[in-house]
């Protein structure tokens, strides 16, 4: 069985380093648009405009093209990324976490957590908990009333803690003091609407804390990383997400910024 397995990892490997190939080749042949807009704040500019960062995929995703914002400094991309429609993009992910797995986020989930200077009659979430972590059971063996969600199904598969919210439909009927993340802002394919959909979810006071080290041009080499929100880019993101920031982090690659409803 643990033979097959690994065939089937490999394989599933070598079709996503094939497909991605033939996609890069594809893209070569384009035209590219002499207009480029900023996938966070909507600036339209000429392409030229944009700073351009290229660099190779660690986990078979081929060429990553990213740009940086001339107007809110973002860096968004790969685009071919963008391009994918979220059925898409969450096939990526399925077949992505198929073969790897992510370190363990531990320390670095229970510090997002602490950021939050939680209560202990609180209510709190790990947003994209992922399967890799001891962050929630950790917290909740010392007291702390801390579940966890994470969108990604195969992420979870076979588990069956009770403090484990499976859905979405689940996670929005819950009013949270706290919503925590790590390593997670990056991934959202549509940051404002997605942190918007969460900051519906907080209690009157709630606030968030997302750390990650995309506040900074950091760990750029998976094409699962669609943002970096470098320069002055995460405050127009808190902005147009309604959102201000009350708390800011940096402990070399931890970075932290912990918000509330404007």
Request: proline content about 4%.
């Amino acid at each position: 069985m643990q033979n097959n397995d690994h065939f089937s990892a490999n394989n599933t490997a070598y079709l996503m380093h094939l497909h991605w190939h033939l996609v890069d080749e594809m893209d070569s042949l384009r035209v590219p648009n002499n207009t480029l807009t900023c996938e966070l704040c909507g600036a339209c500019r000429t392409r030229h405009q944009f700073a351009v960062f290229q660099t190779e995929c660690a986990f078979g995703g081929g060429r990553l093209l990213r740009y940086r914002c001339p107007n809110c400094e973002v860096i968004f991309g790969a685009e071919k990324m963008l391009r994918l429609s979220p059925v898409q993009l969450s096939r990526e992910y399925e077949a992505h976490y198929s073969v790897y797995t992510e370190g363990d986020s531990t320390d670095a989930e229970v510090r997002a957590f602490h950021a939050l200077q939680p209560k202990r009659e609180g209510f709190y979430v790990n947003f994209g908990a992922g399967a890799w972590s001891r962050s929630v059971p950790l917290l909740r063996g010392e007291g702390w009333n801390v579940f966890a969600f994470e969108p990604h199904a195969s992420a979870t598969a076979g588990r069956n803690e009770d403090w484990l919210i499976r859905d979405w439909g689940q996670l929005m009927a819950n009013r949270f003091h706290g919503i925590f993340s790590n390593n997670v802002l990056e991934h959202f394919r549509y940051p404002v609407a997605e942190l918007t959909r969460l900051k519906g979810l907080l209690a009157p006071g709630g606030k968030m804390a997302h750390a990650t080290p995309c506040y900074e041009y950091l760990y750029e080499y998976t094409r699962f990383h669609l943002f970096f929100f470098t320069g002055r880019s995460r405050h127009v993101l808190w902005q147009l997400a309604g959102l201000q920031e009350v708390g800011w982090e940096v402990d070399g690659h931890y970075m932290c910024s912990v918000t509330q409803p404007v």
